[in-house]
Nanobody, 125 residues
């Protein structure tokens, strides 16, 4: 079992940058593929990015490709999402999630095994 806590959200101007962190306690993160999802008001929770157990495979939703970078530091039990060139459309609650490594890749919300409580990112014009 792993507990996930997101941090780093806040208010930023369009074109600016933020780095989100997901700190884990419990089992080491090397046993999980890690994900970021986001949910805007009135919308469903959607996939943003994922990274495999050792960081050699990443995936991104089309709208964030070239702007967001996911990374992980298993020694610190932390996953990061570097967000550059932020747009108002990026405003959402961002959630960290974990999927058991042995289950392979999935980018759907129902296939996640653990969720954090989220951190709010607001991008102003």
């Amino acid at each position: 079992q792993v507990q996930l806590i997101e941090s780093g959200g806040g208010l930023v101007q369009a074109g600016g940058s933020l780095r989100l962190s997901c700190a884990a306690s419990g089992r080491t993160l090397m046993y999980y593929r890690m994900y970021w999802f986001r949910q805007a008001p009135g919308e469903e929770r959607k996939f943003v990015s994922s990274i495999n157990w050792n960081g050699d495979s990443t995936s991104y939703e089309d709208s964030v490709k070239g702007r967001f970078t996911i990374s992980r530091d298993n020694a610190r039990n932390t996953v990061y999402l570097q967000m550059n060139s932020l747009e108002p459309e990026d405003t959402a609650v961002y959630y960290c999630a974990a999927r058991i490594r042995a289950r392979g890749f999935s980018s759907t919300t129902g296939d996640m095994d653990y969720w954090g409580k989220g951190t709010l990112v607001t991008v102003s014009v």
